[in-house]
């Protein structure tokens, strides 16, 4: 059904929901997506509607603009549905329930991103390829191969139960669909990535079967819904690298401390070292940036030469965001600030560089968590960027670098996490295997440094190897830093690992 000429309180009303927004709003705060955390709600308002189904269930498309006590205001692609009190649906899926004490009849409120009703209709909207009209906007479903999309079962969802910023799920035996919450003004960094590097032949991500585009006024379109060809037989990263520590951690235990030539030794003699993944790793995360500095000319993917006030500006940023953490009236951060001047020396050495090398589009929030392992290789999951970044900051030219940073500190985590994960950190067991996540941490760093080196070859994507190296380390320093107050806002337990990380830095 149609909602053109239809507005928003008249749909709200029609269906008994009007003055459900205050509910919205508490539901928002409390999700991962909202990046609400530490936030304090003063608005929240539905400011466009669609009907889809007038039939129980009740569905409808919403746009749920949140304005927050900070004057910001973000706006929430949250579909609801609406079924009797005591439906089977609110045992099955309790977390997608929205209470709605103020409700005037009783009914069961609910993120119909959680209602397989939905998701249903989703995939046949993008298989028939339709238009939705909305009280104030259009949703444009689209479909390259709708053969493919109606491939296998559908049968289930299995919503994927992770920290993120959307709600992803796998449908049946064949889709992986991804459904965004925060509906941004701007081009979009997921879309334009993927739209690219498939151009450009780049075969390491999950082919896009469909997408759904909510478009108003002059505003860029921006997508609500991407679906995924489902990978099979596939592990994440972040697993495969702690099932390698988990075996590398119980071994330790039995040899004890060591030295650092015998903690080496045992990660590569037990093949705990993930090295060859490591490797494999790199090569891809090269082609990916060999793809992207190919960007067509006179394009917003075009690449750019690295220039001095590009370092400058880098520089000078790296400064200000290690002094901004450093204001924080934190204990924790003494440390830090002992160092502060050491940290700053490896920021400055940016500046007087010579340059070389492009700035390039970038993945900009790259880590083990966002591959996954298929038989036939590494797969890129994701490319919306940090989700805290503006679309405007994460379609920002950068150095290929910094992803490589990324990739490089989340080694790292991972030895540390492995650590936490088995014993408190203030153990002597946890003494005892610091040492040897480190040296994991290091052999798969140095492997995946030289496979991404040697992927890009003679390619003029990279300053000369001197410059390539202090830049990198420089996005290495700015990174922990960003972690050190990452964790201190949101696990404190952890700020250690970054911590940990940034004083060895500077102390080698």
Not at 77 to 99: C, K, Q, S
Not at 315 to 327: F, G, I, K, P, V
Not at 357 to 371: A, E, N, V
Not at 419 to 430: C, F, G, H, N, Q
């Amino acid at each position: 059904m149609s909602a053109a000429n239809r507005s928003v309180i008249d749909i709200l009303r029609e269906h008994r929901l009007d003055g459900c927004e205050r509910a919205l709003g508490a539901y928002i705060a409390r999700q991962r997506w909202g990046g609400a955390r530490g936030r304090t709600i003063a608005a929240t308002r539905i400011v466009d509607a669609a009907v889809i189904s007038d039939r129980s269930p009740v569905l409808l498309h919403t746009l749920t603009a949140v304005t927050f006590t900070d004057g910001g205001t973000t706006r929430y692609a949250l579909p609801l549905g609406v079924r009797p009190v005591g439906d089977p649906l609110t045992e099955r899926v309790p977390e997608f329930m929205i209470p709605w004490p103020e409700a005037p009849d009783p009914v069961a409120l609910y993120d119909a991103v959680g209602d397989s009703a939905y998701i249903e209709w989703l995939l046949d909207a993008i298989r028939d390829q339709r238009v939705l009209e909305s009280s104030n906007a259009t949703l444009r479903f689209s479909c390259p191969d709708p053969q493919a999309l109606g491939t296998g079962s559908l049968s289930s969802v299995r919503h994927l139960r992770v920290e993120q910023s959307n709600t992803s799920m796998e449908v049946g035996d064949a889709i992986f669909l991804k459904h965004l919450r925060r509906v941004e003004t701007g081009p979009s960094q997921e879309v334009e990535m993927s739209d690219a590097l498939q151009a450009a032949g780049f075969t390491h991500l999950a082919r896009m079967l469909g997408r759904v585009l909510w478009e108003s006024g002059d505003e860029p379109p921006s997508p609500l819904v991407l679906v995924q060809r489902f990978l099979h037989n596939s592990t994440e990263g972040w697993a495969l690298a702690l099932t390698s520590l988990r075996d590398l951690y119980a071994n330790a235990e039995s040899v004890g401390p060591g030295d650092p030539a015998e903690r080496r030794a045992l990660v590569d003699d037990q093949d705990a070292a993930f090295l060859a993944e490591s490797m494999r790793l790199g090569k891809v995360i090269a082609e990916m940036h060999l793809a992207l500095a190919a960007g067509a000319p006179g394009t917003d993917m075009a690449p750019a030469p690295l220039t001095e006030a590009s370092l400058n500006a880098w520089a000078n940023s790296m400064t200000r965001e290690l002094d901004q953490l450093l204001a924080r009236d934190e204990p924790s951060l003494d440390p830090v600030r002992d160092v502060r001047k050491a940290v700053v020396h490896r920021f400055d050495q940016l500046r007087g560089l010579s340059p070389g090398g492009l700035l390039t589009r970038i993945h900009g929030d790259l880590h083990l968590g966002q591959l996954l392992r298929i038989d036939t290789g590494w797969v890129i999951l994701d490319f919306e960027g940090e989700p805290d970044r503006t679309p405007a900051e994460r379609r920002e030219l950068s150095s290929p670098l910094r992803d490589v940073a990324a990739m490089l500190r989340s080694f790292d985590y991972a030895a540390a996490a492995a650590i936490v994960e088995r014993t408190p950190p203030d153990s002597a067991e946890a003494d005892l295997l610091h040492g040897y996540g480190e040296a994991w941490a290091d052999a798969n760093r140095d492997a995946f440094w030289s496979a991404y080196l040697e992927t890009i070859g003679s390619e003029p994507v990279l300053p000369g190897p001197g410059p390539s190296l202090v830049l990198r380390r420089a996005f290495e320093a700015q990174k922990a830093v960003y972690e050190i107050g990452y964790e201190l806002g949101h696990r404190p337990s952890w700020v250690p690992i970054p911590l940990r990380f940034l004083l060895r830095g500077v102390n080698s």
